[in-house]
């Protein structure tokens, strides 16, 4: 069989992977574009030459990479190598104009992978008098970064044909690389685009500031959590932190869900699943760390019932956004809190994390361990959620993604530990960059060692396009053997 897998295996092919990404560098262009108008409107001429530059350079790399002839077929390892591409590329280059901030190069690339991979970690001491480009450009990095630069790609220019594993294919329809990935990806593009209109339109009615509707909008629905004050959603009043908690938890849902209910077609049974286990999810991480709260922490009622439901939802939707420092948590808040990042909500959302319907076919898969401990030998019991039959290659996936998570999350943890960090507040900062969540104890610091933060960074990478992509692009096989033939 392994001999037979060999044979029938295919490397990635050069020419598809710089023709694509060439598409993909002038998507980025066009995409850059945006901050540098922003920073002519602010009047940021320093910022404004580095952005045109940045635009220059990848319209020039794009246009000559793109006009390569390849067959518009890709291949899955191809796919996930353009995608893996890009999320390096992007964080490199945009931490130039970046720097323009006052950051050194490491913080830079920090604050550039935090923003593309919708993480919300930061290293900046203090947002107060950062240039507005500066604000404004992370927050749109995490709105484009939410939705996937390559479901843009392939919804405005790139031609049908490029699987892009984990981001712009929804599980049901992977079979369907030459239509259906397109037609998935301009749906997901017409929600997002009116979940990100509305986000703006409820912001300014509950009385935030037209800049700051715009920048907390852009991060909730990309469940990003970069926000324009150091205090994130401390300084904004009770109604419009419950509203960018409520954005937060709409970007955590399914993207595909609200184009189902609002064309009212037929959907099926794991579909109308994941939205209401994402809600449950959040209520019983915000009762836990309530409890927590008042019982281990001592904090008052009024405090708990305040606090509570606002950070639980955006670590469970991996958001990010806080209304009080989670430094000042008590243990088992923390413990709590670090699950949900790493759990993470719907597939096929804007959230990180390993998702929640893999835990669900996790517990389905125990759950029928325990029941053939009861039942005679004859009997036959299969894992079923939702009333579906799930079939052995996708339990094999969903709990090797969630073995995998663990297992990156140890080995990130352990150098924190080695180096002084304390354990469980080095565990909620490796949780809370591999669930992309961004909440902090204040761990990741402009001080931390530049070995941490390359850790960190990793994590942030690995997370946001759940590991996979990264080992198919280690894997030898990946680069070297028989490439089909073009056609």
Same mark, same amino acid.
Request: glycine fraction near 10%; aromatic fraction near 10%.
């Given at each position: 069989?392994?001999?037979?897998?060999?044979? !029938?295996?295919?490397?990635?092919?050069?020419?598809?992977?710089?023709?694509?990404?060439?598409?993909?560098?002038?998507? /980025?262009?066009?995409?850059?574009?945006?901050?540098?108008?922003?920073?002519?409107?602010?009047?940021?001429?320093?910022?404004?030459?580095?952005?045109?530059?940045?635009?220059?350079?990848?319209?020039?790399?794009?246009?000559?990479?793109?006009?390569?002839?390849?067959?518009?077929?890709?291949?899955?390892?191809?796919?996930?190598?353009?995608?893996?591409?890009?999320?390096?590329?992007?964080?490199?280059?945009?931490?130039?104009?970046?720097?323009?901030?006052?950051?050194?190069?490491?913080?830079?690339?920090?604050?550039?992978?935090?923003?593309?991979?919708?993480?919300?970690?930061?290293?900046?001491?203090?947002?107060?008098?950062?240039?507005?480009?500066?604000?404004?450009?992370?927050?749109?990095?995490?709105?484009?970064?939410?939705?996937?630069?390559?479901?843009?790609?392939?919804? !405005?220019?790139?031609?049908?044909?490029?699987?892009?594993?984990? +981001?712009?294919?929804?599980?049901?329809?992977?079979?369907?690389?030459?239509?259906?990935?397109?037609?998935?990806?301009? #749906?997901?593009?017409?929600?997002?685009?009116?979940?990100?209109?509305?986000?703006?339109?409820?912001?300014?009615?509950?009385?935030?500031?037209?800049?700051?509707? !715009?920048?907390?909008?852009?991060?909730?629905?990309?469940?990003?959590?970069?926000?324009?004050?150091?205090?994130?959603?401390? #300084?904004?009043?009770?109604?419009?932190?419950?509203?960018?908690?409520?954005?937060?938890?709409?970007?955590?849902?399914?993207?595909?869900?609200?184009?189902?209910?609002?064309?009212?077609?037929?959907?099926?049974?794991?579909?109308?699943?994941?939205?209401?286990?994402?809600?449950?999810?959040?209520?019983?991480?915000?009762?836990?760390?309530?409890?927590?709260?008042?019982? #281990?922490?001592?904090?008052?009622?009024?405090?708990?019932?305040?606090?509570?439901?606002?950070?639980?939802?955006?670590?469970?939707?991996?958001?990010?956004?806080? #209304?009080?420092?989670?430094?000042?948590?008590?243990?088992?808040?923390? /413990?709590?809190?670090?699950?949900?990042?790493?759990?993470?909500?719907?597939?096929?959302?804007?959230?990180?994390?390993?998702?929640?319907?893999?835990?669900?076919?996790?517990?389905?898969?125990?759950?029928?361990?325990?029941?053939?401990?009861?039942?005679?030998?004859?009997?036959?019991?299969?894992?079923?959620?939702?009333?579906?039959?799930?079939?052995?290659?996708?339990?094999?996936?969903?709990?090797?993604?969630? /073995?995998?998570?663990?297992?990156?999350?140890?080995?990130?943890?352990?150098?924190?530990?080695?180096?002084?960090?304390?354990?469980?507040?080095?565990?909620?900062?490796?949780?809370?960059?591999?669930?992309?969540?961004?909440?902090?104890?204040?761990?990741?610091?402009?001080?931390?060692?530049?070995? +941490?933060?390359?850790?960190?960074?990793?994590?942030?990478?690995?997370?946001?396009?759940?590991?996979?992509?990264?080992?198919?692009?280690?894997?030898?096989?990946?680069?070297?053997?028989?490439?089909?033939?073009?056609?």
């Amino acid at each position: 069989m392994a001999k037979q897998a060999t044979e !029938l295996r295919y490397a990635v092919r050069f020419r598809v992977v710089f023709k694509y990404f060439g598409q993909l560098c002038l998507v /980025l262009a066009v995409l850059t574009m945006v901050p540098l108008v922003m920073s002519l409107i602010f009047g940021e001429r320093t910022i404004t030459l580095r952005y045109a530059v940045v635009v220059c350079g990848l319209a020039s790399l794009g246009w000559g990479t793109s006009r390569l002839r390849a067959p518009s077929r890709v291949q899955a390892n191809e796919g996930m190598v353009l995608v893996g591409i890009m999320f390096l590329f992007t964080p490199l280059v945009m931490c130039y104009p970046m720097m323009s901030s006052g950051l050194s190069f490491p913080d830079a690339l920090f604050e550039a992978v935090s923003a593309v991979t919708t993480t919300g970690l930061s290293t900046k001491a203090t947002l107060v008098g950062a240039p507005k480009t500066f604000l404004f450009a992370r927050a749109w990095m995490q709105w484009y970064g939410g939705l996937g630069i390559v479901v843009l790609s392939l919804a !405005l220019v790139m031609e049908p044909g490029l699987l892009a594993k984990g +981001l712009a294919v929804a599980e049901a329809e992977s079979d369907d690389l030459a239509g259906g990935t397109r037609a998935y990806a301009r #749906s997901v593009l017409k929600v997002y685009g009116i979940l990100t209109a509305l986000g703006v339109i409820g912001s300014l009615a509950v009385g935030v500031g037209f800049f700051d509707s !715009l920048l907390y909008t852009f991060a909730a629905v990309s469940t990003g959590g970069f926000a324009p004050h150091d205090d994130s959603l401390g #300084s904004l009043g009770w109604l419009a932190q419950g509203w960018i908690t409520l954005l937060c938890l709409a970007g955590a849902v399914p993207l595909l869900f609200y184009h189902q209910r609002f064309k009212k077609q037929r959907r099926v049974a794991v579909g109308n699943l994941q939205p209401k286990a994402v809600v449950i999810a959040c209520v019983v991480a915000s009762l836990a760390v309530g409890a927590s709260m008042r019982l #281990s922490g001592g904090m008052a009622w009024p405090q708990v019932l305040h606090h509570a439901p606002l950070l639980a939802f955006s670590a469970q939707t991996t958001a990010g956004f806080a #209304s009080l420092p989670c430094a000042h948590l008590d243990a088992g808040s923390k /413990l709590i809190l670090i699950f949900s990042m790493l759990a993470g909500g719907g597939m096929g959302s804007t959230a990180g994390g390993f998702k929640l319907l893999r835990l669900l076919m996790a517990v389905s898969v125990f759950r029928v361990i325990l029941l053939r401990t009861c039942l005679p030998k004859h009997a036959v019991i299969e894992p079923r959620l939702a009333g579906r039959r799930l079939h052995d290659d996708e339990l094999r996936a969903a709990l090797l993604l969630i /073995l995998l998570f663990v297992v990156v999350a140890s080995l990130s943890w352990l150098p924190f530990v080695a180096m002084g960090y304390g354990p469980l507040d080095s565990l909620f900062e490796v949780g809370s960059a591999l669930g992309t969540a961004g909440l902090s104890v204040g761990v990741a610091s402009a001080g931390l060692p530049a070995l +941490l933060k390359g850790i960190l960074c990793v994590d942030m990478l690995m997370g946001r396009l759940e590991i996979i992509a990264w080992l198919v692009m280690l894997y030898p096989g990946t680069w070297f053997g028989r490439r089909m033939e073009d056609t």
